[in-house]
């Protein structure tokens, strides 16, 4: 098992994207600070009466991941002192990729909020650090998971030889799924819904919680009418068009996620459970706090 940390910085730049190993060739991580669980702040209330406090919410707080690295060659030192300077814009947005003990997860936009590359004698290897500010706490995966609301049904109870191909199964759409999330922290989905029947209502269903996301009162809900629901990006679109966010406040966006552990979801034309008739595809980046 590799134990060693990598990271990996991806800056955004117009004529594309440029990438800097801090554990590669001739360049040595010394320290990393920042990737462990955020600073969790919670909020609390004096009890009226009896002892302690009334907990009455948390939130988890930006993070400072700096890095500390250094030449390990300095024979190259003056051409590897102007790349790694001309790279670390602070003007610029960057990604960073971090892997350890196999799992390999990335930060969203962060920002340079600190450098530091000292002038001083060269042959003692001065130390390179930076700090990358990152205003999203949590870490993604860097790959999607989708999942397709189908399911294979077989025609056949003996398989048997002809000489022409028939099919033994063909596949139905399906209105829930179970899964199951490993990641560490909620993670938002990205629904996207079209309808094979006219509907009163769309609801969707997460962990026994029912949510009216659209109703036919403002948007027909026809046969072939498309709805993406995004809840890490607080997006709905209808048929292509995007609800504005005074619409959307109206909308149980948020509570579309998914938790540590087993979760069902549902498509439904009600809260009374009807399944409603529709294509439906799931995706979803896994969340963690920690590396």
């Known amino acids: 098992m590799d134990k060693k940390v990598t990271i990996v910085a991806k800056k955004y730049s ?5 990438t800097f190993e801090y554990e590669a060739g001739d360049w040595k991580i010394i320290a990393i600070e ?6 969790i702040e919670l ?9 302690g406090d009334l907990l009455t919410g948390s939130r988890l707080h930006s993070r400072l991941i700096t890095i500390k690295a250094r030449l390990a060659n300095i024979s190259n030192y003056e051409a590897q002192r102007n790349a790694i300077l001309s790279f670390h814009d602070v003007r610029a947005k960057y990604k960073l990729e971090i892997t350890y003990l196999g799992r390999t997860v990335e930060t969203e936009m962060c920002a340079i909020e600190a ?24 870490f993604y995966s860097p790959n999607e998971e989708h999942i397709e609301f189908a399911k294979t049904v077989g025609l056949w109870h003996v398989t048997r030889a002809y000489a022409d191909s028939l099919p033994f199964s063909y596949v139905k759409p399906i209105n829930d799924v179970l ?11 990205n629904l996207k819904i079209t309808l094979s029947e006219r509907a009163q209502k769309l609801v969707i269903k997460v962990n026994e919680q ?28 209808y048929n292509g068009r ?6 959307l406040r109206k ?41």
């Open 34 to 39: 920042g990737i462990d669980a955020p600073t």
């Open 210 to 237: 029912a949510f009216t996301v659209l109703d036919n009162s403002k948007y027909p809900l026809n046969i072939g009418d498309r709805i993406v629901l995004d809840s890490a990006n607080k997006e709905i679109t």
């Open 251 to 291: 909308t149980p966006i948020s509570k579309l996620i998914l938790e540590p552990g087993d979760n069902s979801l549902a498509v439904l034309k009600d809260t009374n459970d009807s399944p409603l008739n529709a294509s439906v595809e799931l995706s979803y980046r896994e969340r963690f706090l920690s590396i």
């Open 14 to 18: 117009k004529s594309g994207t440029a």
């Open 115 to 138: 450098i530091s590359y000292p002038t001083i004698n060269v042959y003692k290897s001065p130390e390179f650090v930076v700090g990358f500010f990152a205003a999203d706490p949590g």
């Open 242 to 247: 995007r609800l504005s966010l005074s619409e």
């Open 43 to 51: 909020f609390k209330s004096p009890r009226g009466i009896g002892d």
């Open 179 to 189: 899964l199951n999330y490993t990641g560490t922290d909620f993670a938002g989905v």
